[in-house]
């Protein structure tokens, strides 16, 4: 590995550790940006964007994910969820979770390929991709209320179903 590329790795991961030391996760977002990687010649970047926690995995929780959303409304519905998880309230596949803050509900839903998507997440617990942490995938409603598996949701696109991405 060049030393260019080593150094910036060094930095990035001293940066999610003091994150996760001072908040309890780190929130990756991926997508709608350029790639800040050393070398990095990426022409494409993850369609729809996405974001994921860094160290929910430490509390003995999956990580989170949730695709399609600008990164501020990501923060917000990561952070809320990490909050609740950290007070004890776990989130389980299946489980409809609503929001005061946020107009949409959520259906969390087990990322059968966590090891193709969750690089932070492997890198920061030293985890192979074949050994990932598990993750969920927050999968919301449009503002009709219907889920993207469900027929006339508006944008299915922004959503991918569990297994048919990588990062």
Sequence with gaps: MEADVRAWLDQDDALVATIIRKHGWF?????GGTCETPGCNCAEFATPPFAYTVGLFGLAHPEL?????????????????????RNGEPLMPGQL?????????IIPEE??????????ANRFYQRPDEASVPMLQLSYDDTQGLFPWEEGHLRPDLQPRPGTYTA
């Design 27 to 31: 929130i990756q977002y991926v997508g």
């Design 65 to 85: 994910i949730i695709l399609g959303v600008p990164q501020g409304t990501a923060s917000g519905v990561l952070n809320t969820l990490g909050k609740r998880i």
């Design 97 to 105: 979770v609503e929001f005061d803050e946020w107009p949409h509900r």
């Design 111 to 120: 990322v059968p390929n966590p090891g193709e998507i969750a690089f932070a």
